[in-house]
């Protein structure tokens, strides 16, 4: 073992073990290191070599720390690693400690808590005019899945020119904008009065709406409230509570379908998807667009019991953060992990009149990651 200022390094089975103190260890081998050298790497980040440029079992003949960084020679002729240490250390730990978007706060009774207390709120006009101001918003609308603005100009369009400043806002068959009213011969629901019962939008399609905004430019002074709850919440609520429906959620295949005379879309997702480390990586779920399910009389039946678990948890009030959002306010929604829906309203004896727009997830991200 050797010490460099307080980093001791060691070499073992032909890993390099660098302990920075305090619990802080890392453990190297010997392929990584070969493939991770600076040189490899363009001077825009990326990657010039291919992993078959490497004999696979390349060894350490040499390790030692020099100044701030860490040498090491191989045999074979691999050239050789140098890399500061603090670049080795920034490698530890999981990679949500760095992405906003994998930090995720999940808020299971949403009846606690308040919208504008609980959440994201900045005024339109600062977040416009400050990036500063729209990454902060940002991180946090990655982290809890919901984020709002106030003080929207109650313009028609302002959602699309707001959501611009987010990320990328694209063009589907509702259009790049929609709007939320009551008309006739509504081609979905949502152009009703009928309250809605949570859901996420669009499952049929593939990748799913990443995020979705909705602006308010005429409220209804009575009904059409907003609904949210957190479905990553949910998710993890059932698999502890009732672990068999849970997993059949997971695992059990639905088409979601969407067809109207110039449109189909259809995609199968589990209603409950999991990321490779096991967890919630989004919930799809949506009432309207299920279609048949296609599967044994048997796992039907398996299903519709783990279908119904998870629907009573979502009708039950204490996950329910309820808010009748006001005119000029504009609300910014995960799709693959909020679920949003309205209670009725009577739009002949008040017009309500929301615009909203939907965003590509990677795009919104990247804004929350670039943003200072
Ligand atoms: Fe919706």
Redesign the pocket.
Known sequence: MTSTASVYLTVENNRVLLDWGHGVRGEFAALWLADNRSEDRHANGQRLIDIMDLPADVCISSAEVKGDALCVQFAQGVPAFSRPLSWLRATLGPLRAVRAELDRHPWLEGARLEAMRDFAWVDHAQFTADAATRGVWLRRLARDGLAFLAGVPSVEGTVVSTCSLMGEVPHTNYGRLFDVKAVPSPENL?FTDLG?GL?T?NPYRDPVPGFQALHVLVASPDGGDSLFADGLALAEHLRRIDTAAFEVLTRTPVAFHYRTPDTDLCSVKPIIELSVEGDVRAVHYNNRSIAPQRQSAEETEAFYRAYRAFATLLREPRFQLRRRLQDGELVVFDNRRTL?GRTGFFSQRHPRHLQGCYLTRDSVLSQAAVLP
């Open positions: 949502a809605l859901h939008d949003h």
